[in-house]
């Protein structure tokens, strides 16, 4: 069993940076493919990005490319996501997941399985 921990969210201006961090426990997540998803007000939960277990291969939403970057560190059994240029629609709660398959890149919400608790991003016009 693996837990995850999502930090690093906050109230930011348009145009500014956040860095979220997901920490593991319960295990290594080093033979994980590791995600962040996201979900608005209202709206379904939503890819945004993905890393394989060796960090060698990512993906990423197509309304995130160029700004967002996931990375992952598995001595500290951690995933981040830098976030850069925010947008009002990034608003969000932000999700981190983990996936056994640790080969493949999966954008789909039913291909992961662990869940964090999330952390919240607003950003503010």
């Known amino acids: 069993q693996v837990q995850l921990v999502e930090s690093g969210g906050g109230l930011v201006q348009a145009g500014g940076s956040l860095r979220l961090s997901c920490a593991a426990s319960?295990?290594?997540?080093?033979?994980?493919?590791m995600g962040w998803f996201r979900q608005a007000p209202g709206k379904e939960r939503e890819f945004v990005a993905a890393?394989?277990?060796?960090?060698?291969?990512?993906n990423y939403a197509d309304s995130v490319k160029g700004r967002f970057t996931i990375s992952r560190d598995n001595v500290k059994n951690t995933v981040y996501l830098q976030i850069n240029s925010l947008k009002s629609e990034d608003t969000a709660v932000y999700y981190c997941?983990?996936?056994?398959?640790?080969?493949?890149?999966?954008?789909?919400?039913?291909?992961?399985?662990?869940w964090g608790q999330g952390t919240q991003v607003t950003v503010s016009s």
């Open positions: 319960g295990r290594t997540i080093s033979t994980y493919a």
């Open positions: 890393i394989t277990r060796s960090g060698r291969s990512t």
């Open positions: 997941a983990a996936r056994i398959n640790g080969l493949l890149l999966q954008s789909l919400v039913s291909r992961y399985d662990y």
